[in-house]
C-alpha cells in the first residue's frame, strides 16, 4: 500500500491564482481531512469529508473548497489564492471515527506571493 | 475549535528522560493521542489514550492523563537522537467524530 500520496510537494502561487492540491489513499478508508500546519499554531482543520458524496467544513475553510467523488480522492481547491494561504497542507485518513489512528500524507508546501 | 495547549521547545541530553507536557479544554474528550513529526514528512501517530485510562506504556514511551486537570504528559525514556522531533498532542470526541484538535507542537532537541 503506498497510504495516502500528496501531489505537488511544492508549489508557488501568485496571489489570485487557482489550484488543486490532490490527496489519494489506497487504504479504503472512509474518513478523510485536510489540514494545514503554520509555526506556533499546530495543524488546523480545514475540510474533512465521511465518506464519498459527503464533506463538511472544519475550523479555517474560507478560500478552500472541496469535494469527495470516489472513496480515494479528496482533493483540495484554493480558488483564488492569497499570502495568508501560505503554509504545509496535510491530507490525513482514517478508517473509522474518534479512536482511530489518522494517516498522513507527506505534506504540500505552498507558497504565495 | 478546543484549546489544545503545548510548550514549544524542550532541548534533553541523550540518554536522560524527556516529559513533553499538553493541557486541553474539552472535558468531554474521549482519546487523547500524541502524534511525531521528523523533519519534512507528515504526522505519524506515537500512541494514544482513552480518556478511562491513567496511564499508558509502550516500550519508551509512558503517557500519563489527569483528567481531573485536563493535563496529558508523554515521557520519553533513555532519549535518543533519533527523537529529535515535534511532538503534537491531540485530542477528539465522540461527538465531534472525526475531528481532532492539535496543540501547537512541541520541538524536542536532543543533544549528543
Known amino acids: 500500500n503506498a497510504g495516502v500520496t500528496q501531489t505537488p510537494k511544492f508549489q508557488v502561487l501568485k496571489t489570485g491564482q487557482s489550484m488543486t492540491l490532490q490527496c489519494a489513499q489506497d487504504m479504503n478508508h472512509e474518513y478523510m481531512s485536510w489540514y494545514r500546519q503554520d509555526p506556533g499554531m499546530g495543524l488546523r482543520l480545514i475540510h474533512y469529508s465521511v465518506g464519498a458524496g459527503i464533506t463538511d467544513q472544519g475550523e479555517v475553510p474560507n478560500g478552500y473548497n472541496v469535494s469527495r467523488s470516489t472513496t480515494e480522492d479528496f482533493p483540495l481547491r484554493l480558488l483564488s489564492a492569497a499570502p495568508s494561504q501560505t503554509s504545509v497542507y496535510f491530507c490525513?485518513?482514517?478508517?473509522?471515527?474518534?479512536?482511530?489512528?489518522?494517516?498522513f500524507g507527506p505534506g504540500t508546501r505552498l507558497t504565495v506571493t | 475549535g478546543e484549546d489544545v495547549e503545548q510548550s514549544l521547545f524542550l532541548s534533553v541530553r541523550e540518554g536522560d528522560s524527556s516529559v513533553i507536557n499538553c493541557t486541553y479544554t474539552d472535558s468531554s474528550s474521549t482519546y487523547l493521542y500524541w502524534y511525531k513529526q521528523e523533519p519534512g514528512a507528515g504526522l505519524q501517530l506515537l500512541t494514544y489514550i482513552f480518556s478511562n485510562m491513567d496511564m499508558k506504556q509502550d516500550q519508551r514511551l509512558t503517557v500519563l492523563l489527569n483528567k481531573k486537570d485536563k493535563h496529558l504528559s508523554l515521557r520519553i525514556a533513555d532519549t535518543q537522537t533519533g527523537d529529535s522531533a515535534i511532538y503534537f498532542c491531540a485530542e477528539s470526541t465522540v461527538v465531534t467524530g472525526n475531528q481532532f484538535y492539535f496543540g501547537t507542537g512541541t520541538s524536542l532537541t536532543v543533544i549528543p
Open positions: 490525513a485518513s482514517s478508517p473509522g471515527l474518534a479512536g482511530y489512528e489518522q494517516y
